[in-house]
């Protein structure tokens, strides 16, 4: 009977041991060691008891059975101890805790229906990625768009509505996005209906749990279906009496100026072979260009007619970028686009003429020569460009 109680109190020992690791699932060191130690010396007394005949007296069994019986009170009080904390906090705790979790999943749940009727306002549709491209979630201004009854689609199925042309560029573009490129912008064609409509699409990669994720816009940019389109970086240009307006400030402020005539000389060819809507989307990105290098001021760039702008330039180094950049037959002038699968470059003729504060040509003779120096570089087979009065 003894002989059983004694394998059944280390066998507890062990046991509290192992369970403590696995509920708690942590390794305890101290714990570790006592158990080593003590179950070294039953080792010892069971199968090597020759070791400690040396060094036996008179109530070496007893304190042998002691050490036994006390190694498994250490177990037994410590594991006490940590269900004790666990009792303490369901009992104390555990009301303020509901209350805590009922206040933050109140608080998601606020911003979860923000961002859902957030969305209902939007002009733009979202589009949000899987983490892997396997597919896709439109919101119903996209689903709209392109026609379909469902918000989630395959990548295979979105794939299937951008036209065949686009599709390659659309994957490439897509995985360009990392954290040094975490935003890009994109123009393609999608189906809408029986036909294919052009959109901008705006996507931005963020992280989350160590995983990329990618969210974007969706905004419709067909002219004569959707008037709301990045083609208002033309439509908002100032025209010629602005132009002339503009000119007869500088006079009075007797500013040195560069007054350029742009010809997109090449438009009307894309507009042929591809339709005007690129030929829109074309001329929106040159302009675009153009007003990051030369014009970011207000009143510098003007629509003359569809494919003719005037550019105004006071700063002298950026007319000196210019100037090389014609020399040199660069692409900071010979720009090439891209529009989905679409890829041209765009061609100008331009013509230069240089107004001094001593000058004494009048605005509208100005604007004239401008525009003879224009059509003597559309006339020219060797160079683009013309400049009257200036190098």
Same mark, same amino acid.
Do not use: C
């Given at each position: 009977?003894?002989?059983?109680?004694?394998?059944?109190?280390?066998?507890?020992?062990?046991?509290?041991?192992?369970?403590?690791?696995?509920?708690?699932?942590?390794?305890?060191?101290?714990?570790?060691?006592?158990?080593?130690?003590?179950?070294?010396?039953?080792?010892?007394?069971?199968?090597?008891?020759?070791?400690?005949?040396?060094?036996?007296?008179?109530?070496?069994?007893?304190?042998?059975?002691?050490?036994?019986?006390?190694?498994?009170?250490?177990?037994?009080?410590?594991?006490?101890?940590?269900?004790?904390?666990?009792? #303490?906090?369901?009992?104390?705790?555990?009301?303020?805790?509901?209350?805590?979790?009922?206040?933050?999943?109140?608080?998601?749940?606020?911003?979860?229906?923000?961002?859902?009727?957030?969305?209902?306002?939007?002009?733009?549709?979202?589009?949000?990625?899987?983490?892997?491209?396997?597919?896709?979630?439109?919101?119903?201004?996209?689903?709209?768009?392109?026609?379909? #009854?469902?918000?989630?689609?395959?990548?295979?199925?979105?794939?299937?509505?951008?036209?065949?042309?686009?599709?390659?560029?659309?994957?490439?573009?897509?995985?360009?996005?990392?954290?040094?490129?975490?935003?890009?912008?994109?123009?393609?064609?999608?189906?809408?209906?029986?036909?294919?409509?052009?959109?901008?699409?705006?996507?931005?990669?963020?992280?989350?749990?160590k995983s990329q994720h990618i969210i974007s816009t969706f905004k419709p940019v067909?002219?004569?279906?959707?008037?709301?389109?990045?083609?208002?970086?033309?439509?908002?240009?100032?025209?010629?009496?602005?132009?002339?307006?503009?000119?007869?400030?500088?006079?009075?402020?007797?500013?040195?100026?560069?007054?350029?005539?742009?010809?997109?000389?090449?438009?009307?060819?894309?507009?042929?072979?591809?339709?005007?809507?690129?030929?829109?989307?074309?001329?929106?990105?040159?302009?675009?260009?153009?007003?990051?290098?030369?014009?970011?001021?207000?009143?510098?760039?003007?629509?003359?007619?569809?494919?003719?702008?005037?550019?105004?330039?006071?700063?002298?180094?950026?007319?000196?970028?210019?100037?090389?950049?014609?020399?040199?037959?660069?692409?900071?002038?010979?720009?090439?686009?891209?529009?989905?699968?679409?890829?041209?470059?765009?061609?100008?003729?331009?013509?230069?003429?240089?107004?001094?504060?001593?000058?004494?040509?009048?605005?509208?003779?100005?604007?004239?020569?401008?525009?003879?120096?224009?059509?003597?570089?559309?006339?020219d087979n060797k160079n683009n460009y013309s400049i009257f009065g200036g190098a």
């Open positions: 009977m003894i002989d059983i109680i004694y394998y059944i109190v280390l066998l507890s020992t062990l046991f509290l041991f192992i369970l403590s690791m696995v509920i708690y699932k942590k390794l305890n060191i101290v714990k570790l060691l006592i158990i080593l130690v003590v179950y070294s010396i039953v080792i010892v007394w069971e199968f090597f008891p020759e070791i400690i005949e040396n060094y036996s007296f008179t109530y070496i069994e007893e304190v042998y059975n002691t050490l036994i019986i006390f190694t498994l009170i250490i177990m037994s009080i410590t594991f006490r101890r940590k269900i004790q904390v666990t009792k #303490n906090l369901t009992d104390y705790d555990f009301f303020e805790l509901e209350k805590e979790l009922d206040r933050i999943k109140d608080v998601s749940d606020l911003l979860r229906k923000r961002f859902i009727y957030s969305i209902d306002l939007l002009n733009e549709g979202l589009i949000f990625y899987e983490n892997d491209y396997s597919g896709l979630y439109i919101t119903d201004q996209v689903k709209t768009l392109v026609n379909t #009854n469902k918000n989630q689609l395959s990548m295979d199925e979105f794939l299937d509505l951008v036209h065949l042309d686009d599709q390659k560029q659309y994957l490439i573009n897509l995985k360009k996005l990392n954290e040094k490129v975490p935003s890009y912008e994109m123009k393609y064609r999608i189906q809408a209906g029986e036909n294919y409509a052009w959109v901008i699409e705006k996507r931005r990669m963020f992280k989350h749990d067909n002219l004569k279906l959707f008037p709301d389109t990045m083609i208002e970086e033309l439509d908002s240009l100032p025209y010629e009496d602005d132009l002339t307006k503009t000119l007869s400030l500088l006079r009075k402020e007797k500013q040195t100026f560069y007054l350029v005539m742009l010809h997109l000389t090449n438009i009307p060819d894309i507009n042929k072979r591809f339709g005007r809507d690129v030929g829109n989307l074309m001329i929106a990105e040159y302009v675009k260009n153009m007003r990051y290098h030369f014009a970011r001021e207000k009143n510098t760039l003007f629509r003359m007619t569809g494919i003719q702008f005037a550019l105004i330039i006071k700063d002298d180094l950026k007319y000196q970028n210019l100037y090389r950049a014609l020399s040199s037959g660069g692409d900071l002038i010979n720009l090439k686009l891209s529009i989905g699968g679409i890829q041209q470059i765009i061609y100008p003729n331009i013509g230069v003429v240089k107004s001094d504060p001593w000058s004494k040509v009048n605005i509208n003779d100005l604007i004239s020569l401008s525009q003879k120096a224009l059509e003597e570089a559309i006339s």
